[in-house]
């Protein structure tokens, strides 16, 4: 316990420290000042978290542009969800803020990343607001680039939003002039709505989206051609980490009796740290099989994913690319039924969204404290 307190301390002094510096290199940091009547004209939207919260946060980005259709909007992202925000129709630049490093080194390294992007880079773009968007516990000090691009109006998520954020982000709220506050349990993308109702929109849609080219398609065709042209089952094998993975050999052996019950087709998907996985999957399969984790972008995947009738995986990016891909879910998640709500595992926050889904779950025991 102490040294958790010792920890939030030093992040809320880091954040009184960040304080003083935002005030001493832009005045009109200690208050926010106003837009203009016609609605926001620069917009900056941070969202440099995963690959799941990114699908989940396509919705907020439609309805930020319907909200302000005339605006210059700005979209932050981190290097691996670059791929999938590239064909984004809504935003007018995207701009990669590179957070690489571990997470020990995290409160030291990322707040001077996140202060040279927004004081060099986005300081001079006179933004009138800044949007980040995420409910949950900021790791990537997203709160300190929109505190240090200046914008008159910062507006996020408030650090009260759980017990987890509270302790580790504590003294972000000073860096935004409007924190939100939302206690009742909800699904993500039900809170990115939420935030569009906070910034004066009416949300008109719930949908996530996906923006894939046609290149993408012809090389989900090129993969596709390998296999029998029956049901075609995606499985994603994989995990971030290995607690929220099923057995290999589970998904072999359902994959066996889906293959001889119903002539199916598998497609094995999932990032370079899946390839074991995934090759022992297609060799005990054999034809009825291909395996393409590691050798695909997000883009080319959610394409394959399109050209499938169902995914079967773990609670991971993959699932939520599938959901947006507009076909049914199976979920195999680790977290069980008895958890909190508020939890980074917790389908309440992130079941598939949109599709008809099954969630798989074990009844009891407390989730893990880490991911």
Not at 93 to 117: D, M, N, S
Not at 140 to 153: D, P, V
Not at 154 to 180: I, Q, S, Y
Not at 206 to 235: C, F, K, M, Q, Y
Request: aromatic fraction near 8%.
């Amino acid at each position: 316990m102490g040294a958790m307190i010792d920890y939030s301390s030093l992040i809320y002094l880091q954040s009184r420290a960040a304080c003083l510096l935002g005030r001493m290199l832009c005045p009109r940091n200690g208050h926010g000042y106003p837009t203009t009547e016609a609605g926001h004209e620069r917009i900056l939207v941070v969202k440099t978290d995963e690959i799941g919260d990114f699908v989940l946060s396509t919705v907020f980005l439609r309805e930020l542009r319907l909200t302000y259709p005339k605006a210059e909007i700005v979209l932050v992202v981190s290097p691996v969800a670059y791929n999938l925000a590239e064909l984004c129709p809504y935003v007018d630049e995207i701009l990669v803020y590179r957070q690489g490093v571990t997470r020990l080194l995290r409160p030291f390294v990322l707040p001077w990343r996140a202060f040279k992007l927004g004081h060099s880079v986005l300081q001079p773009r006179e933004f009138d607001l800044a949007v980040m968007p995420r409910w949950d516990m900021d790791g990537y000090y997203a709160a300190y680039i929109g505190y240090f691009s200046c914008a008159g109006r910062r507006v996020g998520f408030t650090e009260e939003a759980n017990p987890r954020k509270k302790m580790v982000n504590r003294g972000f709220d000073l860096l935004l002039t409007e924190a939100v506050f939302r206690e009742s349990p909800r699904h993500e993308v039900e809170r990115h709505l939420d935030l569009i109702r906070h910034l004066g929109g009416t949300p008109s849609s719930n949908a996530t989206e996906l923006w894939i080219d046609d290149d993408d398609e012809a090389h989900a065709d090129r993969l596709l051609s390998r296999i029998s042209a029956g049901p075609r089952v995606a499985l994603c094998p994989g995990a971030g980490t290995a607690w929220r993975r099923w057995p290999t050999e589970r998904f072999i052996e359902l994959a066996k009796g889906q293959a001889e019950s119903c002539d199916a087709s598998f497609v094995v998907i999932g990032g370079r740290g899946d390839m074991p996985l995934g090759n022992v999957i297609r060799k005990s399969l054999g034809g009825a099989a291909i395996d393409v984790t590691g050798r695909t972008t997000l883009r080319q995947t959610a394409a394959l994913l399109k050209k499938c009738d169902l995914y079967v995986g773990n609670d991971t990016g993959s699932m939520h690319l599938a959901a947006a891909a507009g076909i049914p879910v199976v979920e195999i998640s680790c977290f069980p039924m008895d958890g909190p709500v508020w939890h980074w595992n917790s389908p309440r926050r992130f079941a598939p969204w949109g599709v008809p889904h099954r969630i798989l779950q074990p009844k009891g025991n407390a989730p893990r404290t880490a991911d």
